[in-house]
Structure formats: C-alpha cells, structure tokens
C-alpha cells in the first residue's frame, strides 16, 4: 500500500497535492482527474447519512434521494450497553454512506458527557471513558465494513459549545490522558478509525486543528498513528501551525476554499521556502493510503445500500435495547393491551418529529415514528388514543435556520441558550393547553406524559443554561399528576432534566432519547410489555446542574477559557467520591423482570469475573452485568472496568463472563446492576 501511494504521489504536481488537503466543496476535497484520484467525500453523520447541500453553499438540494434511515443518536446507544448493536448500528451507517458514495461518515462523537448541560451531548455516548470506548471501538469497525472511513470527533475536550471556537480548555494533562483521551485511543486503537476530527477549541493555548502536543505527541508519536487528520469546519486558524501540526485535511464552511489557510496560502509559503514540500507530501501520503484502503482505486469496493428493510430493522433493535425504565413503582408497566381501552396521551413529544434537528447531526429521515403513531398502530382500532398536545415551545420566528452552519464560525460559534422570554400570548396559549389537558387526563382510564426536551435544547451550537424542564412542564406535570396519580410519565432527550418538582409523586417514570425512525414503536413496545425494558443510564442523571462536579468545582461554560478544576472527577466518579446523590445513578434501568446475582469469581489467568445471574422474576428479560473496581490505591470509589449483557428467560440461569484489562492487586471487585445497586463483591 505505501508504495503505491508513493508511486501515485510522485506523479502529483504541487497544485495537486494541495487540493488534496482542503475543502473544494463544503463535503469534499478535489481530485486529481488526469490520474483517477477521485476527490474525498465527506458527511455527516451520528444517527445517519445528511442530506445533499449544493457545493459551494448550504443550501439543500432538496431531491427525493436522500431521505435516509434515521438511527438512534449516540446517548440511547450506549443506554444500550451492547457491544454487538453498536457494531450492527455502525454497520447500518456505514453501509448507508456507501450507498449514498461517500468515503468518510462524520461521526462517532465520543467526547465525555462533562457536564448535562453540553447542547451535543445527544451526540455522545457517555460520561465514562471506558463504556464510551467499548462501544465506539465496534461502531467503528461496524462503519469501515464498508469501505467508507469512519471519521471520530472532536479531538479533544471539545465538551461544550458556549464560545467553541475560542475557549480555552484548561486541564491538568493527567486528567485529560484518564478521562477525556481514552475513548479517542479506542476509537482509534481498538475501532481503528481511519480518520478523526479535530475540535474547535483550545488546548494548551492552541487550537485542537494545528495543536503540536494533541496532534503530533500525542496522536503521531504515542499512539502511532497514521490514519487521516481532518479538521472540524472553520476549525483552523493558522497556514504554518496547520501545516506542521500533522493536521491532514483542513475543511471548513465558506465557499472561499483556495483561500482556505491550507490552500492557496500553503502553496505561497512552499514557493517562498518557508514550508517544505515534503510537509504536503506527508499529508497527501496518507491521503492516498486511505484511499486505497477504502478501495477507491479498484472495482472492488462494496457498493452499500441505503434505506432497506434491514437498516429499518436494526434501527429498531437499538430504539427498543435504549429505552432505560427509571422507575415502576406499583408496577404499572408493563400495560396490558387487551385492557387498554381508552388512553390519552399528553405532551408534544408524543408527535414531535426529531430527525431534522440538532445541528449538523440533523438529517432527512425516511420516515419517523412518533410515540403517538407507535401506540396508535400497536393498539389497533378497538382501543381509543387521544392526544392533548399540553404545552407549547416558543413561537418561532422563522422557519427552520438552514444556513445556521455558514454563520457558526460567529460570534465564538455558540453559546447558551438563556430563559425564553416572558410573553403573554405564549403564556395564555400554555395555560389554556394545560387547563385542556388536566380536565381529559381525568377522563380517561390511562394516562401517558411524553414531554421533555427537543433539538432546540439538545443542539449544535447551544448549551443549556440549566436542566430545568422547558415550556413549563413542572407545572403541569404536577397539575396532571392531582387528577391522575398513576399517570405515567415518558421523558424523550439526550440529556437529563431536573424532575425534583415531582418526581416523587410519580409511580412510572421511563426514559426515551432520540430513538431514530423507530423510536415510537420501541416505547410502544416497551410500554405494553412485548419488550422488557433492558437500557441502563450511561452517565449520572444529576436532580440538578450543581450537582455535576463540572459546575460544583469546575467551571461550566466558563468565558474565555474553562477550568476543569474538578479534575478526575467526572460523573459518577465525582458523585461517589463526594457522595452527592444523583436522582438516578450511572447504570441504573430497571426490568419487568427480577434478575439474582449467585457466585462471583475470578479467573485470574485468564482475566475474568464469572457469575451466575438469574432470571426469577415472570418475564424474558435481558440485565447488564457490571464490574467495578474498588481499590485502595484509588482515586476513585470505584471505576467501571467491565459489562455484560445478557439475555435470559424466565426461570433460567446464566453464566456470566465479563473481561477485564487488568487485575490488580488490592482491588475487591463490585459486581451489580448499577453503580450503586451492587449485588456482590469479589476479592
Ligand atoms: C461540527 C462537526 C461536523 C461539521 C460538518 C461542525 O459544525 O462540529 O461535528 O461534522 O460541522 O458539518
């Protein structure tokens, strides 16, 4: 391979090479025609393959072919806790990009969930380093399947988006190497991405696209890496720094792309003798082996497919494995269809559609059902299903933003979003919507609130300001909860919100994400008990903001610069450590079913805690097996070092085997359902 990338380099004219390694369209790079070199093609990205902008602008083209399958964002993933459908999930998307002819997906995102309150943490899987590596490794090699590359961003600590293209992380390097590194050296080690994104901000006073310590120590030196650089759009600011910085593609989202720092003005400096050619020639070199990787020189290369049955399907199998029940007190769930008569659902995320927001995540989905329509179709004609839409958001000013991605690189690039302001029409519309739905809700036999937050909270581009729930849901939440105490209740989000004003009056409590084009018919599922719920949460749903050491000790979202003064701390890290009780803790989801814990051990020599986990409650049911390490050489209380899922019927055992990296001494191991539901412990 590197000596036909050298052959085809050698033939390469300076011109050439350098519009290789920019932006020639917003998506792709140029090619060289004259050596059927195509050019590189470029999308976005997590939950499915975007839709065509024009070249030069970003408009949408607007055709009927790219409509595409709408997968579950990254966060409902790694709810999951399955290793085999996030590689199936990432095969999907690697064979939709195929299909659609392009060579890099852009994604995954796998920066670690700092704070609640990031606008992208939709897009993300988790706050610990370790599940969000076990998971990314195999969506990875699920997308490269398919001669496309995967492309993991945003490197590094890109963990908010308030001022993205000008704050300065400030971070010890130890901590930044234990918890916002790791998932990036999976990813790349283990997933073995063929590309990675470098991210907007500041590290150690240099932007992640031309950062010498990220890029070329890091990334080149240690971690041996030789895969292609891709800048984040608009994420580079300087020729020279870009240039020796080892970054490989500069892209970015104005149309002036000869002016683009690694393009014309490259050329310039080379000429003038102040950056060597070989500099380009690197760069160009890797370029070309990445290619042929992917098959883009032979008649071999897999075709793909986009939009089929099977992608359908999959799509499914991970809406329904995401769904995490966080609470069933009187066990109200599952509900029995054939006593399901009369139901009233209440809230706008009942038939909100969320495919075509987020940010550059947002795609056109072939279809998308609703939890309106998922219940709807699953109960049939015989039962009666009402809606009351309950609240309303802001009124919008215009249609959809679309060209929200040329104006990013303003203004720092993003920023909180601040408390809507008080209006009265809005107010009287939200009151009459509530007094509507409070005077149904007590008319009919059940009840389910689907609410919680959209992709005008969990966006590109904007942070919360805090978790409290938009649109006034409190309040009628509590409202509905007076005339229907056994209302259930369905949060639909990437992120957690503050549920204190009432959470302890609710009985059902079930947590929804952005479940892609299936989404709907999986709560339906779930919620009528042909699926037993099996996600588990994968970061810390704190009762509030403060309660995330990000803002009790750090800072969030900081202004200039951010200081992760809470250091290791992160998530559930920090939550044990200052024993700070979350409302729901990291790995918790319950089962309509009862799982027992038997006889853990190890096998030192081979590295493994073995268990036997029952099933004896009255449903099939699947239960994630945790390993934590507590030792007292530790910084931590304990740390995740081990999972499996397991699928097991009622009134039948398994044995389960969970793999772990390291034994060390000293060290007891805790073995649960949760992080703080721990079943057994083992020395
Ligand atoms: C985002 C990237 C995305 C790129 C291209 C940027 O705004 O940060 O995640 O891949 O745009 O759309």
Known sequence: MQKQAEEILKQLTLDEKIGMIHGAQLFQTAGVKRLGIPPLKMSDGPMGVRQEFEPDNWKTIDHTDDYVTYLPCNSALAATWNRNLAYEMGSVLGEEARGRGKDVILAPGVNIKRSPLCGRNFEYFSEDPYLTGELAAPFIRGVQNWDVAACVKHFAANNQETERLWVEVEIDEEVLREIYLPAFYDAVKKGGSYTIMGAYNLLYGEHCCQNDFLLNQVLRKEWE????????????????????????????????????????????????????????????????????????????????????????????????????????????????????????LIGENAECIHSNGGGSAEIKALYEISPLMGIKTHLGGN????????????????EQDTNWQERSLENGGGSTKTAEAGNQSLEEKRDQLRREAVSLAAEYDTVIY?????????????????????????????????????????????????????????????????????????????????????GKLPETFYKNHMDCSAHALGEFPGGKSVAYSEGFYVGYRYNDKYDVAPAFCFGHGLSYTIFSYENAWLDREQKKLICTVKNVGQYDGAEVVQVYERSKDSRYVQELKG?????????????????????????????GSSSRDIRLIVE
């Open 383 to 398: 039962a009666e299903v009402a809606y009351a839409q309950g609240y309303c958001r802001e009124e919008k000013q215009e």
């Open 643 to 671: 999972f499996e899922k397991v699928f097991i019927k009622a009134g039948e055992a398994a044995e389960v085997t969970v793999t772990l990296e390291e034994l060390p001494e000293d060290t007891v191991w805790a073995v």
């Open 225 to 344: 890496y030789d895969g292609v650089v891709i800048s984040d759009w608009g994420a580079v600011h300087d020729t020279e720094k870009a240039a020796l910085s080892q970054l490989d593609i500069e892209m970015s989202v104005t149309p002036d792309f000869d002016q683009y720092y690694m393009a014309e003005p490259l050329k310039k400096k080379i000429e003038d003798g102040e950056i060597e050619e070989s500099v380009v020639d690197e760069k160009v070199l890797r370029i070309l082996k990445l290619m042929i990787k992917l098959h883009m020189f032979d008649k071999e290369r897999k075709s793909g497919a986009y939009n089929t049955p099977e992608h359908r399907a999959k799509a499914l199998d991970v809406a329904r494995e995401s769904v995490v029940l966080l609470k069933n007190e009187e066990g109200l769930l599952p509900l029995k269809k054939e006593d399901t008569k009369r139901v009233l």
């Open 450 to 534: 689907i609410g919680g937050l959209n992709h005008d909270h969990d966006s590109e581009g904007n942070d919360r300001e805090n978790m409290k729930l938009p649109y006034e849901q409190d309040l009628l939440i509590k409202e509905l909860l007076l005339v229907k105490p056994d209302m259930i209740v369905v949060m639909i989000g990437g992120s957690p919100v503050d549920m204190t004003a009432w959470i302890e009056q609710v009985y059902t409590l079930v947590w929804g994400w952005y479940a892609g084009m299936e989404g709907g018919n999986a709560l339906a599922e779930v919620l009528f008990g042909e699926i037993n719920p099996s």
